[in-house]
């Protein structure tokens, strides 16, 4: 790569709901249910490394085309993950993302620091897929970073599978986004050009891959 060159990439993973869902337990008994509006306090309290103002904007956009997946211990959220299911932005790259019909794109996804280690993640990705596909969604879209690797569990157990990646490379002001599905070659894309997740990954060798790997 170039003398001061700049690159950035996310991993973009999906589910196949058509597919079962796998059992799986917590070693804390957690309590699953959709953020309500009465709810905005404990969010307030579990996202603490969040501004408020950022907090707040994220609950306007509840019921519409978004929605936030909770994990209750003791009247306190310990787990949360954001549901978009029209357009929405990975901002770890700072790019838009379009959704195709039946296309849900989660994103977010947090646990408190004291309860990371007991599955907690996995329950809620698990339950997510439940939830999703009993209302007639067919894929579940995410995203992790390549170098987070404790991030990857959760999704994998909960039957997520690697995509292939999006990112951009940066020369000073001059950027260049790009998406490389697995076993293809990077293809090059415009600035703020958004990832068309059935166009750029959802082709049929890769919903042929994700149906035998669950």
Known sequence: MARGAFYRSVVILARDLSQPVPDVTSAVPVEMRLLQAADAPALVRHRADLDPARIAARLDRVGHGHDCVTAWLDDVIVSSVWLAFETARVPEIDRPLRLGPGEVFLYDSYTSES????????????????????????????????????????????????????????????????????????????????????????????????SVAV
């Open 115 to 210: 309860q990371r280690g007991h599955g907690i993640a996995t329950i809620r990705a698990v339950w997510t897929a439940r939830y999703l596909r009993d209302a007639g969604y067919r894929y579940a879209i995410g995203h992790t970073a390549p170098e987070n690797r404790p991030a990857h569990g959760p999704p994998e157990r909960a039957g997520y599978r690697p995509l292939g990646i999006a990112g951009y490379v940066r020369v000073g002001p001059w950027r260049r986004d790009f998406v490389q599905p697995l076993g293809s070659r990077r293809r090059w894309a415009r600035r703020n050009e958004p990832i068309d997740v059935s166009g750029d990954f959802l082709t049929t060798t890769a919903e042929q891959r994700l």
